[in-house]
C-alpha cells in the first residue's frame, strides 16, 4: 500500500479484470480505505481487504462497519478524504460542521470516492447535505448529529448511483423529521452498519413542518437497487396529526413511497436489522411500502423488530417477500391511540398486507400483547387479492393478553391463490379466518395450539352494490345511491374499512365480539396516509 509504489507499464495494456488485489493486515477502517483507493488507482478490476493476518488471512470476513465501509468504498469512486484533517471538520459535538462536509463532497468531484468520518459527533444543520453518486460515507464510530430543527438530516441525492452511508449514527436529537432521504430516481446505494434515531416533529405549530410525517429513512420513487443492512432504527415519534387531510398521528421506521408520478423504487433489500419505538399507535409503523403499484421486488429478511406501536410491516404494493423476522408485541395494556377511540387489543397487526404476490414466511410473531390479527391479508371485502403465501410462521399473542375477537390470521378481502400452510398458531379465538369466494386456498399443515377456540372458518361479508330505486311521479326520486358499496349491517364487530383501523359494527355470533357497542372502537376510512 506504500504510495512510492510505481505500476508498471504493461498493466494498462489489460482490462481491470485481470488484477486482483487481496490485501491482509490493514487493521482500521481508516487502512482499509487507503488501500481500496490505492487499488482503484492502480487499476484493480477486484478488491479484498482485511484486518486478519498470518498464518491464513483469508478464513473469515471483516465485520461490522469495516466490510460495510469496504463494500460501500469498493462500489464508489477511487478518491479518498478525511473531513477532519482534509476538509476542516472538529467533530467535537459542538463545531457547525457543515460546510465541512459541503467542501469534501465538492473536492471529491463526479469521479467520486470515499469521505472518512473519524471518531467524533459532526454537528450538522438538516436539509443541507446530500450524498452524491459515486461516493461512500465511511464512519469509524462516528455521530452526525442535527444542530437545528429541520427535514431531513443527510440525503442521497436524486439520481445517484454507486453512495453509501456505511458506520455512522444518524441522530436527529429531536429535532431532524427524518434521519435521510433517499431521493428519487438512485442506483446501487449502500447503508450499512448505521444508526437512524431520535426523529419526531417540531412542538410549534406556525413551524412549516409541524404535520410532516418522521420517519428515520424515506426511499422515494424511480429508483433501484438499494440494501439497509445491519443498520438500527430506533426512537421515531409523531407527536403532531398529518393535518387536516389525515388527522392522526403517522410515524415510520422505514417508508417507501413514491411521490406522484414516480414509479416503484425496486430491488430494496432490509436485512439483519433491529427496529425499536415506532410510534404512537395511530399510525406508528416500522417498515411501511405504499403509494405504487408496479411489483416492487422489496425483500425484508432477518431483521427484530420491538416496540412498533401499530405494526411491524405494513405493504400496500405488490411484489414483497417477508422472512424470517422475529416480531414483539411488549404491550399490555399500556399502547393506545391518540386520536382514535378506545380499542380492546395491544397492537393492531404484526403484518398486514394490502397488496398482491406476497410472501410471508419463516416469521416468529410473540410477545406478551395481543393484535386485532397478527397477520391480515386484504383491507376491503370490495378490493381482492391474489397470490398470497403464509407458510411455516409461528403466531401467537400473550397467555394474559385480551384475546377475544382475536384472529392469528385473518383475510379481509377475497383471495385467489391463498397459500396459508405448515404455521403453528396458538393464543387467540380464531386461529385462521378465510373470506368468501377466495380461491385456490391451501390450509394444510398448520398446528393449532390448545388456545385457539376456533382454529378455522370462512367469515365475511361479500362485496355487495346497491342499484338504484327510482320512484317517478312528477319528478324521480332516487332512494339509494347510485352505483356504491355497502357492507352488510351482520359484518362482526370489528372489521376495518380502507387499510387502517377497524371499524366497530354491529355484534355477530360467528366470530364473537370483543366490545359490546360500535362506539367502543375507531371508524376509520381510507388509507392512513393521505
Not at 487502512?31 to 478490476?45: D, F, I, P
Not at 387536516?244 to 408520478?261: D, F, T
Request: glycine share 10%; with cysteine; net charge negative.
Amino acid at each position: 500500500t506504500s504510495n512510492s509504489y510505481t505500476q508498471p507499464s504493461w498493466v494498462n495494456s489489460y482490462p481491470a479484470s485481470r488484477f486482483w488485489h487481496l490485501v491482509y493486515n490493514a487493521p482500521s477502517v481508516s487502512a482499509m480505505l487507503t488501500t481500496v483507493s490505492l487499488s482503484k488507482q492502480r487499476g484493480a478490476g477486484w478488491i479484498y481487504v482485511t484486518p486478519d493476518v498470518l498464518p491464513n488471512p483469508w478464513d473469515t470476513l471483516p465485520t461490522g462497519g469495516y466490510w460495510g465501509g469496504e463494500l460501500a468504498a469498493v462500489n464508489a469512486g477511487p478518491g479518498l478524504l478525511n473531513v477532519k484533517t482534509d476538509a476542516g471538520a472538529k467533530g467535537d459535538g459542538v463545531t457547525d460542521d457543515t460546510a465541512a462536509f459541503q467542501t469534501a463532497f465538492q473536492s471529491l468531484g463526479p469521479a467520486g470516492g470515499s469521505l472518512y468520518l473519524p471518531n467524533g459527533t459532526y454537528q450538522i444543520v438538516p436539509a443541507t447535505l446530500q450524498v452524491p453518486g459515486n461516493v461512500a460515507v465511511v464512519g469509524d464510530q462516528a455521530t452526525v448529529r442535527a444542530s437545528a430543527i429541520g427535514s431531513s438530516l443527510i440525503d442521497v441525492q436524486s439520481g445517484a448511483a454507486n453512495a453509501g452511508v456505511t458506520g455512522v449514527t444518524v441522530d436527529g436529537t429531536n429535532l431532524a423529521v427524518i434521519g435521510m432521504t433517499v431521493w428519487d430516481g438512485v442506483s446501487n446505494v449502500l447503508l450499512w452498519d448505521d444508526v437512524f434515531q431520535n426523529f419526531t416533529q417540531p412542538s410549534d405549530p406556525s413551524n412549516g413542518l409541524y404535520n410532516n410525517v418522521p420517519a428515520a429513512i424515506h426511499v422515494e420513487g424511480n429508483g433501484n437497487g438499494i440494501i439497509v443492512d445491519s443498520s438500527t432504527i430506533k426512537n421515531v415519534v409523531a407527536i403532531n396529526t398529518n393535518g387536516p387531510s389525515w388527522p392522526h398521528k403517522v410515524a415510520r421506521g422505514i417508508w417507501i413511497n413514491g411521490q406522484s408520478g414516480q414509479a416503484t423504487t425496486k430491488n430494496v433489500t432490509i436485512r439483519n436489522s433491529t427496529f425499536n419505538q415506532v410510534a404512537p399507535m395511530d399510525d406508528g409503523d416500522c417498515i411501511v411500502i405504499q403509494d405504487t403499484t408496479e411489483p416492487a421486488n422489496l425483500t425484508i429478511a432477518n431483521n427484530s423488530f420491538n416496540y412498533c406501536h401499530k405494526r411491524a410491516i405494513k405493504i400496500q404494493v405488490p411484489g414483497v417477500t417477508v422472512t424470517n423476522n422475529t416480531i414483539n408485541n411488549p404491550f399490555l395494556g399500556d399502547n393506545h391511540f391518540d386520536t382514535y377511540g378506545p380499542f380492546p387489543y395491544d397492537m393492531y397487526s404484526a403484518i398486514a398486507v394490502y397488496a398482491s404476490n406476497v410472501i410471508l414466511s419463516g416469521n416468529m410473531i410473540s410477545g406478551i400483547g395481543s393484535f386485532y390479527s397478527g397477520v391480515e391479508a386484504g383491507a376491503s371485502e370490495c378490493s381482492p387479492l391474489s397470490s398470497i403465501s403464509i407458510t411455516n410462521n409461528s403466531v401467537q399473542m400473550g397467555s394474559g393478553s385480551n384475546q377475544t375477537g382475536a384472529s392469528l390470521i385473518r383475510a379481509f378481502a377475497p383471495v385467489a391463490g391463498f397459500t396459508v400452510t405448515g404455521n403453528q398458531l396458538d393464543y387467540a379465538q380464531n386461529g385462521i379466518v378465510l373470506f368468501p369466494n377466495s380461491t385456490n386456498v391451501d390450509t394444510s399443515g398448520n398446528t393449532f395450539g390448545p388456545h385457539v377456540t376456533i382454529p378455522l372458518q370462512t367469515y365475511g361479508t361479500p362485496c355487495q352494490t346497491t342499484t338504484p330505486t327510482i320512484t317517478s311521479t312528477t319528478t324521480v326520486t332516487a332512494t339509494s345511491t347510485p352505483t356504491s358499496t355497502a357492507t352488510a349491517t351482520s359484518s362482526p364487530t370489528l372489521t376495518p374499512t380502507g387499510t387502517d383501523t377497524p371499524t366497530a359494527t354491529a355484534t355477530d355470533t360467528a366470530i364473537p365480539t370483543a366490545t359490546p357497542t360500535a362506539s367502543a372502537t375507531p371508524t376509520v376510512t381510507s388509507t392512513d396516509t393521505p
